[in-house]
């Protein structure tokens, strides 16, 4: 059994059906979290990958009850204000405290910052950057009424820091993560409440089955050679590419617990070393 070094906490988790998300709803349960796991369980997002369902979301919840921890299923799209303002009324009946909040529900996109559609860049900044924005201001409150203190980690990503060529639009709405975590930490250190994010490289997720970027960025053309120019790890990393999602788990639950207590306004790669670049 884990350190239970999350006991007595409740987590807030965003983007919970599968993926990074639903990895770290299991990691913060494992260490004594209960977990509230939202999504917007539904393909509504012009996407060429499988979002997260409704049917997935539940499994996780049925995993975190395994792990002995209590959680509740919740669908919103962190586009729509009123289903989040719907989720904090939800979900405040069972948790009314609110220790540590993933916002971690974000889409993928690729292509040249010239040829990108405006719906494709109105999507991307809309989920990632609105989308996160809205998350932190409807639940954020809960937590500083609570009064005790909180964590909020915010996923962004190695293209929060670094101009990965062909990802324009993500790379604009994950720079802007890194703005908003600055300033959070700044606004809610008044409260105890930290903010930080972790910065994933290539994780084994279902967004990351997206065939439209690898076509791009795959084999040794100057597209491929341009994107791995910026986008190179230096650790030998597993068969096939991509960390396992658990890896950056280990960085979400450290930031959520009291470990990482001086620890606000921090970036954390988990990117075998992309970022040292
Ligand atoms: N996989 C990678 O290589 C990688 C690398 C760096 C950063 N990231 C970031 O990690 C986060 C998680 O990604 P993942 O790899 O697990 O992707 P994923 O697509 O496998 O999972 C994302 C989950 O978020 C949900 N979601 C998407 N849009 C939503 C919305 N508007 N409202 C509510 N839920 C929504 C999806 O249904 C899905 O369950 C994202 O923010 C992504 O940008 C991923």
């Not at 539904?42 to 049925?62: C, F, I, M, S």
């Not at 989720?87 to 690729?110: C, H, I, R, T, W």
């Not at 909020?152 to 990965?164: A, E, R």
């Given at each position: 059994?884990?350190?239970?070094?999350?006991?007595?906490?409740?987590?807030?988790?965003?983007?919970?059906?599968?993926?990074?998300?639903?990895?770290?709803?299991?990691?913060?349960?494992?260490?004594?979290?209960?977990?509230?796991?939202?999504?917007?369980?539904?393909?509504?997002?012009?996407?060429?990958?499988?979002?997260?369902?409704?049917k997935?979301?539940?499994?996780?919840?049925?995993?975190?009850?395994?792990l002995?921890?209590?959680?509740?299923?919740?669908?919103?799209?962190?586009r729509?204000?009123?289903?989040?303002?719907?989720?904090?009324?939800?979900?405040?009946?069972?948790?009314?405290?609110?220790?540590?909040?993933?916002?971690?529900?974000?889409?993928?996109?690729?292509?040249?910052?010239?040829?990108?559609?405006?719906?494709?860049?109105?999507?991307?900044?809309?989920v990632?950057?609105?989308?996160?924005?809205?998350?932190?201001?409807?639940?954020?409150?809960?937590?500083?009424?609570?009064?005790?203190?909180?964590?909020?980690?915010?996923?962004?990503?190695?293209?929060?820091?670094?101009?990965?060529?062909?990802t324009?639009?993500?790379?604009?709405?994950?720079?802007?993560?890194?703005?908003?975590?600055?300033?959070?930490?700044?606004?809610?250190?008044?409260?105890?409440?930290?903010?930080?994010?972790?910065?994933?490289?290539?994780?084994?997720?279902?967004?990351?089955?997206?065939?439209?970027?690898?076509?791009?960025?795959?084999?040794?053309?100057?597209?491929?050679?341009?994107?791995?120019?910026?986008?190179?790890p230096?650790?030998?990393?597993?068969?096939?590419?991509f960390?396992?999602?658990?890896?950056?788990s280990?960085?979400?639950?450290?930031?959520?617990?009291?470990?990482?207590?001086y620890?606000?306004?921090?970036?954390?790669?988990?990117?075998a070393?992309v970022?040292?670049?």
């Amino acid at each position: 059994m884990m350190e239970q070094r999350l006991a007595g906490k409740t987590a807030l988790v965003t983007g919970a059906a599968h993926g990074q998300g639903r990895a770290h709803c299991l990691r913060l349960a494992a260490e004594g979290a209960d977990i509230v796991a939202i999504d917007m369980a539904g393909q509504n997002l012009d996407v060429a990958y499988p979002l997260g369902t409704w049917k997935e979301l539940l499994e996780t919840v049925a995993e975190v009850e395994k792990l002995g921890r209590r959680g509740i299923a919740l669908s919103a799209d962190i586009r729509d204000r009123e289903a989040l303002a719907k989720a904090v009324a939800e979900s405040e009946k069972d948790f009314p405290q609110l220790d540590v909040l993933v916002a971690n529900a974000g889409m993928g996109a690729y292509g040249r910052v010239l040829e990108t559609p405006i719906e494709t860049w109105d999507q991307v900044i809309a989920v990632n950057l609105t989308g996160t924005f809205n998350t932190i201001q409807a639940f954020a409150p809960r937590m500083i009424a609570g009064g005790k203190g909180g964590s909020i980690i915010v996923t962004s990503s190695v293209s929060g820091s670094k101009g990965l060529p062909f990802t324009g639009a993500y790379a604009a709405s994950k720079h802007g993560l890194q703005g908003l975590v600055k300033v959070l930490a700044q606004e809610l250190a008044e409260h105890s409440i930290r903010v930080n994010s972790v910065n994933p490289g290539p994780i084994a997720t279902p967004l990351t089955t997206d065939k439209t970027g690898p076509a791009l960025l795959q084999g040794d053309g100057p597209e491929a050679t341009l994107f791995l120019g910026s986008f190179s790890p230096l650790l030998p990393l597993p068969e096939g590419g991509f960390l396992d999602a658990k890896e950056v788990s280990g960085a979400v639950s450290w930031l959520a617990s009291d470990d990482s207590r001086y620890v606000t306004g921090l970036a954390v790669p988990v990117d075998a070393g992309v970022m040292a670049r």
